[in-house]
């Protein structure tokens, strides 16, 4: 079955980086984007934007620019999120989702819990 | 982009009917009929309950369904369950970025 499976949880400490990964199964990888999604402690979801993984361009949503990487490993049909100058406020659960078509997420991963405490 | 609007709450007894509205611009809802509602329980993953406005996916109950007026769709749940209470989140189509609504808690009462 069309499947989503993310990385454990991370703890770390300011000004560090977390790099979290999104294993697909089930389906061609290649076609569906993946999309990212952030969900602080408590609050509603955040959208952070999408990678094409026909071509690996990136998309960020605004408030994602610089910090927040998405890549690819097509061989490997993986999507990841870097993060790199970790700040408290970073602490949340992130997690990856399979676009349908059109920003209709069918399918997510199970989500990445990052805390970030000195 | 601007987030859509939802309002926080919304409640009702088993077995009645709720509306949440998701109030978008010409832009996003307005403007395509690409506007989707996940379900997320307490500490698990969002679900997809409905997309393209109206169409529910396989196995979601037809208690469930979705429109759309001009800039503002809507999510009802018919028949209301304990387990339909939940946090309940519109998405919509805007261009290139996707956006969320701010959710809404929906107490069974």
């Known amino acids: 079955q069309v499947q989503l499976v993310q990385s454990g949880s991370e703890l770390k400490k300011p000004g560090a980086s977390v790099k979290v990964s999104c294993k697909a199964s089930g389906y061609t990888f290649i076609g569906y984007s993946i999309n990212w999604v952030r969900q602080a402690p408590g609050q509603g979801l955040e959208y952070m934007g999408w990678i094409n993984t026909n071509t690996g361009n990136p998309t960020y949503a605004q408030g994602f620019t610089g910090r927040f990487v998405f890549s690819l490993d097509t061989s490997v049909s993986t999507a990841y999120l870097q993060i790199s100058s970790l700040k408290a406020d970073d602490t949340a659960v992130y997690y990856c989702?399979?676009?349908?078509?059109?920003?209709?997420?069918?399918?997510w991963g199970q989500g990445t819990l990052v805390t970030v405490s000195s | 982009q601007s987030a859509l609007t939802q309002p926080p709450s919304a409640s009702g007894s088993p077995g009645q009917s709720v509306t949440i509205s998701c109030s978008g611009t010409s832009s996003d809802v307005g403007a395509y009929n690409y506007v989707s509602w996940y379900q997320q329980h307490p500490g698990k993953a969002p679900k997809l309950m409905i997309y393209e406005v109206t169409k529910r996916p396989s196995g979601v109950p037809d208690r469930f369904s979705g429109s759309k007026s001009g800039n503002t769709a809507s999510l009802t749940v018919s028949g209301l369950q304990a387990e339909d209470e939940a946090d309940y989140y519109c998405?919509?189509?805007?261009?290139?970025?996707?956006?969320f609504g701010g959710g809404t808690k929906l107490t069974v009462l």
């Open positions: 998405t919509s189509h805007a261009g290139s970025i996707g956006m």
């Open positions: 989702a399979r676009d349908q078509s059109y920003m209709t997420y069918d399918c």
